[in-house]
């Protein structure tokens, strides 16, 4: 018979209770284990891609420029003596006709669009305001430069629109030829990645803190501003990596993962 009294038995319950308590101990262990393994595994897939849509992008851009670079050399040899008809037809020569390039658009050095590579655009108006030509009128060494996102002035489509300085032969200043880049194919691609149900991936233009593409919900976000400042706090230290945060409005952790576009 035992007794509360009893040493033995005061022996036993100690022993009882302290394994216990490395049992509870173990099992939080185990199960704090699992709960790393699934964050580091869900780092790995997030950076994982992050890289493709970088390379997806990377991609898209640099057929772009060299359609641009092409373009620059035509149109430098024929300027000023082709007349609107020659520039359309050097454009539409450069034309891959592929669905993320909208249109190759051609604008003189008073910012007037002189012709495009797409029928259906218009090139008839004014960019002397728009940053893509105003950011070659007086620098001849910005090389290719990216616009932020915006509705095409001639398509009314989403772009962002990647474009060069075009010379004459003397050096002057002759215009700038533009590609524009359809952000609605690209939003496509980014809606065939399996992100999950609580997940995002998004295309930032950074100069302006800009949304290019972001999915899910992308036609609301298009070139509106980025609310993530810890993400560009990042990028200041480093152009790829991932770091947890949490949501302001349900307090739930987010696993971000990011890369600068070269």
């Given at each position: 018979?035992?007794?509360?009294?009893?040493?033995?038995?005061?022996?036993?319950?100690?022993?009882?209770a302290?394994?216990?308590?490395?049992?509870?101990?173990?099992?939080?262990?185990?199960?704090?284990?699992?709960?790393?393994?699934?964050?580091?595994?869900?780092?790995?897939?997030?950076?994982?891609?992050?890289?493709?849509v970088d390379?997806?992008?990377f991609?898209?851009?640099?057929?772009a420029?060299?359609?641009?670079?092409?373009?620059?050399?035509?149109?430098?040899?024929?300027?000023?003596?082709?007349?609107?008809?020659?520039?359309?037809?050097?454009?539409?020569?450069?034309?891959?006709?592929?669905?993320?390039i909208?249109?190759?658009?051609?604008?003189?050095?008073?910012?007037q669009?002189?012709?495009?590579?797409?029928?259906?655009?218009?090139?008839?108006?004014?960019?002397?305001?728009?940053?893509?030509f105003?950011?070659?009128?007086?620098?001849?060494?910005?090389?290719?430069f990216?616009?932020p996102?915006?509705?095409?002035?001639?398509?009314?489509?989403?772009?962002f629109?990647?474009?060069?300085?075009?010379?004459?032969?003397?050096?002057s200043?002759?215009g700038?030829?533009?590609?524009?880049?359809?952000?609605?194919?690209?939003?496509?691609?980014?809606?065939?990645?399996?992100?999950?149900?609580?997940?995002s991936?998004?295309?930032?233009?950074?100069?302006?803190?800009?949304?290019?593409?972001?999915?899910?919900?992308?036609?609301?976000?298009?070139?509106q501003?980025?609310?993530?400042?810890?993400?560009?706090?990042?990028?200041?230290?480093?152009?790829?990596?991932?770091?947890?945060?949490?949501?302001?409005?349900?307090?739930d952790?987010?696993?971000?993962?990011?890369?600068?576009?070269?």
């Amino acid at each position: 018979k035992l007794h509360g009294h009893d040493p033995f038995t005061k022996r036993l319950l100690f022993t009882a209770a302290v394994l216990v308590l490395l049992v509870w101990g173990l099992l939080v262990l185990d199960l704090w284990r699992v709960h790393q393994h699934r964050l580091d595994k869900a780092r790995v897939q997030a950076a994982n891609l992050a890289q493709a849509v970088d390379e997806r992008i990377f991609r898209t851009v640099k057929i772009a420029d060299i359609l641009l670079q092409q373009a620059q050399g035509e149109l430098q040899m024929a300027l000023p003596r082709a007349d609107a008809a020659e520039v359309a037809r050097i454009l539409r020569r450069e034309d891959p006709h592929l669905s993320e390039i909208l249109s190759l658009l051609f604008i003189d050095a008073k910012g007037q669009g002189v012709a495009t590579s797409n029928a259906s655009v218009s090139p008839r108006r004014s960019f002397a305001d728009r940053e893509v030509f105003k950011a070659h009128t007086g620098n001849s060494d910005v090389g290719l430069f990216v616009a932020p996102p915006a509705i095409g002035r001639s398509s009314g489509q989403r772009v962002f629109v990647v474009s060069r300085r075009v010379g004459h032969h003397d050096g002057s200043f002759a215009g700038v030829v533009t590609a524009a880049i359809r952000a609605d194919d690209l939003a496509d691609s980014l809606e065939a990645l399996r992100i999950g149900p609580h997940g995002s991936v998004a295309i930032i233009y950074i100069p302006t803190n800009s949304v290019i593409v972001r999915q899910p919900d992308y036609q609301q976000h298009f070139a509106q501003p980025l609310p993530n400042t810890r993400l560009l706090e990042r990028l200041e230290h480093a152009p790829a990596g991932t770091f947890d945060q949490e949501t302001s409005l349900s307090g739930d952790a987010r696993i971000i993962a990011y890369r600068q576009i070269a």
